[in-house]
């Protein structure tokens, strides 16, 4: 199911985000050195507060139960 999520989730999105993203890195040779701006690299928890807080964005995840398996981040 697709619902907006709660500050509370934004631990378990950063770790979704970070688990996720190695492997179109490692297919495309994407690493920490020559890209640092990548999503797997460049997120945080701080970050992602910070736009869910401050920025007012948007955040939708689909989740299966009560977990997070994709996530969608809409900024004006």
């Known amino acids: 199911m697709i619902k907006r ?4 989730h934004i631990p378990q999105c950063t770790n979704l985000i970070r688990r996720n993203s190695p492997t179109p890195a490692d297919s495309f040779g994407i690493t920490e050195q020559n890209a640092p701006r990548f999503t797997a690299f460049a997120v945080s928890e701080e ?13 939708y995840a689909y989740f299966v139960g009560k977990t997070p398996i994709e996530l969608y981040s809409l900024s004006r």
């Open 5 to 8: 999520i709660l500050i509370a």
């Open 47 to 59: 970050k992602l507060l910070k736009q869910f807080t401050e920025e007012n964005r948007s955040m």
